[in-house]
């Protein structure tokens, strides 16, 4: 719908974008973090509607101060003289063209770092398309396979088919581009895609199917990163049943397994103990406020 005049999207937002904060971030995979931190730029809203999210004070609350393209471009700036690897834009692409204007007025005022565009992969092919002359490194995530799971845990029954085309798009983009960079001497991604798969307990089932569709698209044009991670919020824990719970080791091993098994060549994955709400950070417009 037309989100100009204030008016709301399923996203939660206006047209105006809205940033809750603009920092340095550690716990992205290493080829995006390496040791300095990815310059990470919080978005607000989002076009999925998770039940297990971890982000929810912005995703859905609402939290967040509206921003210019003028100031962020200033964050980005600002980020690359605090030491940041990279621009990593979370959850940006519902506000795609004024965060299209941002880049390039940081690029003309001298900021040289890759791009990343983190998201949760229910993006449209038209808008990766337009993005794709700024953005370096797609992080993008796949979630399910399922439809009916989509619909049930995140309101999006086509959430496979949208983040299916969003991925290929993706995918052809960096190989337009010249395919995937790393520099040799830091390891960090200087071009490429790396796509996320959250496991979610109880769902291995769907996990083996993501990952055969991943395979399908993108073989080994695109790093896997195979996340246990999953912390139950506290709407899931009261709730009950699978997603009350975190992955087990088995399920993560069978997954891992698989994933060797269809071809990955550049796996990253989780060593156990990561159930941790310390992978959220502190939402609280930390470098958001500033000059233009």
Same mark, same amino acid.
Request: glycine share 12%; with cysteine.
């Given at each position: 719908m037309?989100?100009?005049?204030?008016?709301?999207?399923?996203?939660?937002?206006?047209?105006?974008p809205r940033a809750a904060r603009s920092a340095?971030?550690?716990?992205?995979?290493?080829?995006?973090?390496?040791?300095?931190?990815?310059?990470?730029?919080?978005?607000?809203?989002?076009?999925?509607?998770?039940v297990f999210c971890q982000n929810h004070e912005i995703s859905t609350g609402g939290f967040g101060l509206e921003?210019?393209?003028a100031r962020i471009a200033r964050m980005m700036?600002?980020?690359?003289?605090?030491?940041?690897?990279?621009?990593?834009?979370?959850?940006?692409?519902?506000?795609a063209p004024t965060?299209?204007?941002?880049?390039?007025?940081?690029?003309?005022?001298?900021?040289?770092?890759?791009?990343?565009?983190?998201?949760?992969?229910?993006?449209?092919?038209?808008?990766?398309?337009?993005m794709s002359d700024v953005v370096d490194v797609w992080l993008p995530d796949?979630?399910?396979?399922?439809?009916?799971? #989509?619909?049930?845990?995140? &309101?999006? /029954?086509?959430?496979? !088919?949208v983040a299916a085309a969003a991925l290929a798009e993706m995918v052809s983009s960096v190989e337009s581009a010249g395919g995937r960079l790393v520099d040799e001497q830091t390891g960090l991604m200087r071009r490429g895609v790396i796509v996320r798969h959250l496991m979610l307990p109880g769902h291995l089932d769907d996990t083996l199917a993501v990952l055969g569709r991943i395979w399908g698209i993108a073989g080994n044009s695109a790093d896997l990163s195979l996340m246990n991670q999953y912390t139950p919020n506290?709407?899931?824990?009261? #709730?009950?049943?699978?997603? &009350?719970? /975190?992955?087990?080791? !088995?399920?993560?091993?069978?997954?891992?397994?698989?994933?060797?098994?269809l071809g990955f060549e550049r796996i990253w994955w989780q060593e156990g103990g990561t159930v941790s709400e310390s992978f959220v950070p502190a939402f609280d417009a930390t470098g958001v406020a500033g000059p233009e």
């Open positions: 037309d989100r100009d005049n204030g008016r709301t999207g399923f996203c939660g937002m206006s047209s105006a340095l971030h550690f716990w992205e995979e290493p080829p995006i973090s390496g040791d300095s931190g990815s310059g990470a730029i919080f978005f607000s809203g989002c076009t999925l509607r998770c921003v210019t393209p700036l600002e980020l690359e003289s605090q030491g940041a690897v990279n621009i990593n834009l979370v959850t940006a692409l519902h506000f965060v299209l204007e941002a880049v390039l007025r940081a690029r003309d005022k001298g900021m040289g770092l890759p791009v990343v565009c983190n998201t949760g992969g229910y993006e449209l092919v038209d808008t990766i398309r337009a796949f979630k399910y396979a399922d439809g009916g799971l #989509a619909r049930r845990l995140s &309101a999006a /029954a086509d959430y496979p !088919e506290d709407a899931c824990r009261r #709730a009950g049943g699978e997603l &009350a719970r /975190a992955v087990t080791d !088995e399920e993560y091993e069978i997954a891992l397994c698989h994933a060797d098994d």
